[in-house]
């Protein structure tokens, strides 16, 4: 492939010049050449968006950074899925639609420069709503006609701040990221959405531990992913499968599916690797391998709720390390955030009619994973009386809790209630067909297996060598055993 350099023209990397229109040129005249590599050699170069073409590498070399303008009116309105809902937002800084063969490599830098959206959505948290979107009134118009069906919490409804991700890619086919970090992203990091043979390998997705909504990585609709040795170190989800939200993605009713995830390090986030809570369109068929999660807050992490709907299945999770943990497994139908608090029926206990809105979770196997020095819960697993969580399997787990008696914990997923934990079991709730095989738990305190309301467990070589004081290995309520040997 030919390949064109942005300084011919006109670009300048001293960290000052608007670049802008000397790299829309470069993407413009590599087209007309019939594709190739568009170049940003070392230097630092600042711009505003940049949209790319079809049959085009932006190759950000080593010592290059690509880093972007933080005034908000550079980036007009365009079309976007945003938090699940397909809707005007922010023009993303790099940003694709209705692409073929289309790549962003390199050893180099592509810096979002988010501190001043973070800083502005902080004070829209904190009441003030005027002066902040420069496209408010224009937003409002063009979305419509989802406040006629949504029912969000979000704040960012109001006043229309629907801040852009680092890089976002929407129906594209033949997607290529590679070697570049992907750093300071006003919003979500990196969002891939209704897009088809995507290979990422060995990108660095970062920012800052308080970044609001500074999720790494979102797989948004996609199909036959490939995830290989990539490092994340964020303010959200590492790692996040998606499918769209609510009826608006149940209309969509694109899945996730057919994703492969492996040698990848997460450090800090909210969760390693996150399945949901948009997850209407039903994600299917992943395997992930071979990972560390490294101070995450939960590790393994599906969340929904009763507004969802959808289906997570065939999922296979193995050979994962993690330390310093809040929870190293989390699988949750009650996920608590940004559920309407207008319908009294999203958070009671008791069991509500099913419908196109119930989720449904089913056929996860998740093996050979050691977790040490983890904090609230060894795993927490919790279903709705109406729809359990059914066919799970737990197979050469060893998960060891913290013994520090200054531990506070917290909570190991957001349910309907607030459920702090320190240095607990596994607790199980609302599961159906629950196999647990050569599991091993230390806690601080309580039994290794908490089962409530689960009907039909296997249970073979469950142990907990630190056995307390009065406290069995296995505490049950409700719960029906279908075999059990060696625990």
């Known amino acids: ?3 064109l350099d942005i300084t011919s023209f006109g670009a300048v990397g001293d960290g000052i010049t608007d670049n802008t229109a000397a790299i829309r040129l470069t993407i413009e005249a590599c087209v007309q050449a019939g594709g190739g590599i568009v170049r940003v050699p070392a230097g630092t170069y600042v711009t505003g968006p940049i949209r790319m073409a079809s049959g085009i590498t932006l190759q950000v070399e080593t010592g290059a950074t690509l880093r972007f303008s933080c005034r908000f009116e550079d980036y007009e309105p365009t079309f976007t899925r945003w938090s699940g809902y397909e809707c005007y937002g922010y023009h993303p800084l790099i940003y694709g639609y209705q692409l073929e063969r289309v790549a962003i490599k390199g050893e ?12 502005a959505y902080r004070r829209l948290k904190q009441g003030e709503k005027e002066g902040i979107s420069p496209y408010r009134e224009e937003l409002m118009e063009r979305n419509a006609h989802l406040y006629a069906t949504m029912d969000s919490t979000f704040t960012e409804w109001e006043t229309q701040f629907l801040r852009p991700p680092l890089l976002q890619l929407i129906d594209c086919v033949g997607v290529t990221l590679e070697g570049v970090t992907l750093q300071n992203s006003p919003f979500w990091n990196t969002h891939l959405v209704y897009c088809d043979e995507v290979k990422v390998r060995g990108v660095t997705f970062r920012n800052p531990s308080d970044t609001p909504n500074g999720d790494g990585f979102d797989v948004d609709s996609c199909t036959n992913v490939t995830i290989s040795d990539c490092q ?5 989800d590492c790692l996040c499968l998606k499918s769209g939200i609510n009826q608006d993605g149940r209309r969509v009713a694109r899945p996730t599916e057919n994703v492969a995830v492996t040698n990848c390090i997460m450090r800090r986030g909210h969760g390693g690797i996150v399945l949901g809570s948009e997850m209407s369109g039903d994600i299917r068929r992943v395997v992930v391998s071979n990972c560390l999660f490294l101070g995450t807050d939960r590790g393994i992490r599906v969340k929904t709720n009763r507004a969802r709907g959808g289906i997570v299945e065939d999922i296979m999770i193995s050979h994962i390390l993690m330390k310093d943990v809040l929870c190293p497994i989390a699988v949750n139908s009650y996920y608590r955030y940004g559920v309407s608090t207008t319908d009294p029926l999203m958070m009671t206990p008791e069991a509500v009619p099913v419908t196109e809105c119930t989720p449904v979770i089913r056929g996860i196997t998740i093996s050979d994973i050691t977790a040490r020095n983890a904090l609230a819960a060894a795993a927490f697993i919790y279903g709705l009386p109406e729809m359990p969580i059914e066919d799970i399997v737990l197979r050469n787990i060893t998960i060891e809790m913290t013994q520090d008696p200054a531990e506070q914990g917290g909570e190991p997923d957001m349910v309907k209630e607030e459920l702090v934990m320190a240095g607990e079991g596994m607790y199980f709730k609302h599961v159906r067909n629950l196999e647990l095989h050569n599991v091993r738990v230390e806690t601080r305190q309580g039994p290794a297996i908490r089962l409530e309301r689960v009907d039909g467990v296997t249970l073979d070589n469950v142990t ?5 004081a009065n406290t069995d290995v296995i505490a049950m309520k409700e719960t029906v055993i279908a075999e059990r040997g060696g625990a």
Request: proline share 0%; net charge neutral.
């Open 1 to 3: 492939m030919s390949g």
């Open 108 to 119: 180099g830098v592509i810096d979002g420069q988010g501190q001043a959206w973070w800083a």
């Open 232 to 236: 994340f170190d964020v303010g959200d």
């Open 464 to 468: 907990m060598r630190k056995k307390h």
